[in-house]
């Protein structure tokens, strides 16, 4: 059964720091990795997704990258603002199971002015 | 202005009703999803359906149902039947299934 793992819980950094989230996966046969964002009280909004083919994607300050034979994922925030505070998800998605994400508790993530 | 719609944002029942959660989206999207969200944990998958007339139980599916009439809508019900209804509750849709999903704003049940 695939266990997805966010650590740490928590995060909180300065304003202007880069700094990176972790995501790992206990099964590798993963189809596509996504990671989102959730603001307090509100729905999921996808930030990136990597497909099993592809090492990273980017998107503006956004980095992800993949490593299946490790099962990690990492999701690299540059140049941090406090507009970024949010919980961070990660979820897989196996091929047994292609219609079903499975994900991971979250970080919640605090950056301060 | 296509996207997913959820409704009401916050819902209050008495233990022993049944409620019903709306989801309808306008994406043209075959797939739809619900999940459930208790506090600090992730998502866990309750029902999803890949085509109209069509839906499988997920993870967590006892004590509740659902139906899929129309291409754009998905509605949850909440059955007296769920032992901790007490949740957020989000719905999603991806264009066919397997595909990235999209999240509607979430509904937050509070039963007492």
């Known amino acids: 059964k695939q266990e997805v793992t966010q650590i740490p819980a928590a995060l909180s950094v300065p304003e202007g720091e880069n700094l990176v989230l972790n995501c790992s996966f206990t099964d590798s046969a993963i189809y596509n990795l996504q990671w989102f964002r959730q603001d307090p009280g509100k729905g999921l909004t996808s930030l990136l997704l990597?497909?099993?083919?592809?090492r990273e994607q980017t998107s503006g300050r956004l980095n992800a990258s993949l490593d299946k034979s490790s099962g990690r994922s990492t999701l690299y925030i540059a140049a941090s603002q406090p507009g970024d505070s949010a919980t961070y998800l990660c979820?897989?998605?196996?091929?047994?199971?292609?219609?079903?994400?499975?994900f991971g508790q979250g970080t919640r993530l605090t950056i301060n002015p | 202005d296509g996207g997913i719609t959820q409704s009401p944002k916050y819902l209050f029942r008495k233990e022993g009703q049944n409620v019903t959660l709306s989801c309808e989206q306008n994406?043209?999207?075959?797939?739809m999803y619900w999940y459930r969200q208790d506090p600090g944990q992730g998502l866990r998958l309750i029902y999803y359906?890949?085509?109209?007339?069509?839906?499988q139980k997920g993870d967590i599916a006892e004590g509740y149902s659902v139906s899929r009439e129309k291409k754009e809508s998905f509605p949850l019900t909440v059955t007296s039947a769920q032992k901790n209804p007490t949740a957020f509750y989000l719905c999603?849709?991806?264009?066919?299934?397997?595909?990235?999903?999209?999240f509607g704003p979430g509904t937050r049940l509070t039963v007492t």
């Open positions: 359906s890949q085509i109209v007339n069509d839906f």
């Open positions: 990597i497909q099993s083919s592809q």
């Open positions: 999603a849709s991806s264009i066919e299934p397997g595909r990235e999903q999209y």
């Open positions: 979820a897989v998605r196996t091929p047994q199971g292609a219609q079903k994400l499975v």
């Open positions: 994406l043209n999207h075959d797939a």
